[in-house]
């Protein structure tokens, strides 16, 4: 199997070029295989390139455990570039179909190659039903006891569950979102966290703990997710830089949308044995 590996603010995945539908129905054990990082390529998950009906291409992603992402926003980054700089799709306004609808991707090219990537990520929900968290009311600077620990948590749906939880990282541990994503009797399909740090109101710095992945240098979904929090809390404006352990991106939040913009790398490619 061919492949590409990429990343996105230190956020790595395989890219698969599955037009054909080689691997339908195999994403789960295919993406555990390939992203072990011992025994295999690595990365944090998979990508698949799919033909689409409703969209230029779609995007398919499965995590590193084997679990389905709707989406990914370090993912639909070096997606784009992919198919762009593979001439799969060499469109400078692309659109891809995601589990979390159809994304549109704005490409600053260099050298014809793909080099910024704006990403409409759509408008998150606050509606519980959505996320899902069983709980009636919205989760906004909301307390939560996890383990004996308190916390405040703003938790929406940003393509997938998001839990924002604000204070100096280096109050928090990256391993305390793992029982934060466990807590099955508010998130019933578990929660990626989210711990940010506003410095002033036009950054913040965000580690994230992913649901099915673990702790990551980056998530483009959770950097979305925390600007929205900071945001809708009165801590920043609408427009901030978000920095992480892999990075930094840019976060625009309108009425209507919001923006991620950042760079997606290829690192290496080459032939796996699946």
């Keep these: 199997m061919k492949f590409v590996k990429m990343q996105g603010t230190g956020n790595d995945f395989v890219v ?15 993406a555990k295989k390939i992203c072990d990082r011992r025994f295999s390529v690595g990365g944090d998950g998979i990508l698949l390139v799919r033909n689409s ?19 990914c926003g370090n993912g639909i980054r070096c997606f784009a570039k992919y198919i762009y700089d593979e001439k799969i799709v060499h469109k400078l306004k692309i659109s891809i179909q995601t589990g979390d609808g159809i994304k549109i991707a704005e490409i600053t090219e260099n050298n014809g190659k793909a080099q910024n990537i704006k990403i409409n990520m759509g408008m998150p929900s606050f509606e519980t039903s959505k996320i899902p968290a069983l709980i009636d009311e919205e989760i906004i600077d909301y307390d939560l006891k996890v383990e004996d620990r308190n916390y405040k948590i703003t938790s929406m749906l940003m ?45 913040i710095k965000v580690k994230t ?66």
């Design 16 to 30: 698969i070029d599955d037009r054909n539908n080689l691997f339908l129905g195999k994403e789960e054990g295919l």
């Design 53 to 71: 009906n409703k969209a230029d291409i779609e995007m398919v992603i499965f995590n590193a455990d084997g679990s389905y992402a709707e989406m």
């Design 159 to 203: 393509g997938v569950p998001h839990t924002v939880v604000i204070g100096k990282l280096d109050e928090f541990a990256i391993e305390e979102g793992r029982a934060i994503e466990k807590s099955k009797e508010i998130f019933p399909r578990g929660t990626n966290v989210n711990f940010c740090e506003v410095v002033n109101g036009s950054y």
């Design 209 to 274: 703990w992913e649901r099915g992945a673990g702790a990551t240098l980056a998530c483009g979904t959770g950097c979305c997710a925390a600007a929205v929090a900071c945001n809708k809390l009165g801590l920043t404006s609408a427009n901030v830089d978000v920095e992480v352990p892999g990075g930094s991106l840019h976060i625009d939040i309108t009425e209507t949308f919001v923006y991620m913009t950042g760079e997606a790398k290829t690192t290496f490619s080459g032939d796996a044995d699946v």
